[in-house]
C-alpha cells in the first residue's frame, strides 16, 4: 500500500514528494526522480518495535553498567560518518542520503522533539550526576530551540560555543578611534563573535547507561539502554585539550522513536540498511565498561588505569555471560 501511494505521486504529480518524511532522508533527490531501483521507504516510515513488558517479579537478577562507545573504532564508523558541515554563511550543511548519530540526534533536539537533560547540577555546576536524567532543559509548550529565545540561548552552550572577541574595532565613520557615546559612557564596538558549532566530527565518543537483568518468565538475558550521551574534548583558551566533557544527557526509550526512522550504512549490502534504533537493539557496536554498580558508586578508573581498567571491563562482561550461562546449564 505504502509504494503504491508513492508511485501515484510520482507518477501522477498530484503532490510533491520530499527528500524527508517522518525523520529519514529519502531517494527522491526531485519530484518524479528515484535515485535507485525503488523507494528506500520502509525506514523512514515503519513504526517502531516497543519493549517487551517487564513485572518488577519477573526480574530476579540485574547489573546496571555504564559504557562508552569510542567513534575511533571502525565497527562504530556507521555512527559516526558522514560528517556534517556548516557554510560560509553559517548554513548546516547535511549529508543527503543518510546521517551521523549525531546529526540526528542534534536535528530533533532543536525541533523540540527529543529532552535534554544537563550533565550537572544546573545550581552547582561541582555536582556532576547528569547521567540520573534529574535536570531537564525544556522550552515553553509548543517551541523549540527555533521559536524559543530563552531556550535557544540555554541550548547554545550545549550545541556550540563562541570564538573569542576580535582586538580590533569596528571603524567608526564619524570617529578616528571607533568611540561611540552610549549613555554618556565611551564605548568601542567590536564585531560580533563567531558561532563555532558542535559537529558529528567532534564527538569522540558516546556514553550510555544500561541495565542488565533476567526476565524469569520468558527465561532471557536482556539489556535496556536507559542513556545516552555524547562526549566532546573538553579545551582551554588555547586550545589545548583537558580532558573530555559531557555534552548532555538523553532518555534513550524517546531517542528510540527518532532513531527508528534513520539509516545507517551496511557495507555489505546497500539494499539492507538497518535504522539507528536496530543497531542498538542487535548491539552492532563495540563498547568498554567504565563503572558498574557498587557500594562505592565509583568508576573504574578510580581504582585501575590503562590496561588494567580494560581486564577489569572485560571482568564485568564476562561476570554477566558467565551468569546466562549458568541459567542454561544443569
Given at each position: 500500500m505504502k509504494s503504491l501511494f508513492f508511485t501515484a505521486l510520482l507518477v501522477l504529480g498530484t503532490g510533491t514528494l520530499t527528500a524527508q518524511i517522518d525523520g529519514?532522508?529519502?531517494?527522491?533527490?526531485t519530484n518524479g526522480i528515484i535515485d535507485g531501483v525503488v523507494i528506500q521507504?520502509?525506514?523512514p516510515t515503519k513504526r517502531m518495535i516497543p519493549y517487551e513488558f517487564v513485572r518488577e517479579a519477573d526480574v530476579i537478577w540485574s547489573k546496571r553498567v555504564w559504557q562508552t562507545i569510542d567513534m575511533r573504532e571502525k565497527m562504530n564508523h556507521p555512527m559516526y560518518f558522514p560528517f556534517d558541515d556548516y557554510d560560509a554563511a553559517n548554513n548546516w550543511v547535511?549529508?543527503?542520503?543518510?546521517w551521523s548519530l549525531w546529526t540526528v540526534l542534534k536535528t530533533h533536539i532543536m525541533?523540540?522533539?527529543?529532552?535534554v537533560f544537563s550533565p550537572y547540577n544546573l545550581a552547582d555546576f561541582n555536582v556532576k550526576d547528569g547521567d540520573q536524567l534529574k535536570y531537564p532543559i525544556d522550552p515553553q509548550t509548543g517551541m523549540n530551540f527555533y521559536t524559543?529565545?530563552?531556550?535557544r540561548s540555554q541550548m547554545f552552550y550545549y550545541l556550540g560555543s563562541l570564538g573569542?572577541?576580535?582586538?580590533i574595532a569596528i571603524p567608526n565613520m564619524y570617529n578616528e578611534d571607533s568611540v561611540i557615546i552610549v549613555d554618556g559612557i565611551e564605548e568601542k564596538q567590536y564585531p560580533p563573535r563567531d558561532t563555532t558549532w558542535i559537529k558529528t566530527k567532534d564527538v569522540i565518543q558516546y556514553r550510555m547507561?544500561?541495565?542488565?537483568f533476567f526476565d524469569k518468565e520468558r527465561s532471557v538475558i536482556e539489556v535496556r539502554i536507559l542513556a545516552i550521551a555524547p562526549v566532546v574534548y573538553e579545551t582551554d583558551e588555547s586550545g589545548q585539550i583537558q580532558g573530555m566533557k559531557e555534552l548532555f544527557w538523553l532518555y534513550f526509550p524517546h531517542c528510540r522513536f527518532v532513531l527508528n526512522n534513520y539509516f545507517v550504512y551496511n557495507d555489505k549490502n546497500d539494499a539492507q540498511w538497518m535504522s539507528f534504533d536496530d543497531l542498538f537493539w542487535k548491539r552492532r557496536f563495540t563498547s568498554v565498561i567504565y563503572k558498574e554498580s557498587n557500594v562505592f558508586d565509583r568508576k573504574m578508573e578510580t581504582y585501575k588505569t590503562g590496561i588494567d581498567a580494560l581486564f577489569e571491563a572485560e571482568k564485568v562482561k564476562e561476570e554477566i555471560r558467565t551468569i546466562e550461562h549458568d541459567v542454561w546449564t544443569f
Open positions: 529519514g532522508p529519502l531517494n527522491v533527490p521507504e520502509h525506514i547535511k549529508n543527503s542520503s543518510r525541533s523540540g522533539d527529543i529532552r524559543d529565545s530563552a531556550f573569542p572577541q576580535s582586538l547507561k544500561e541495565d542488565w
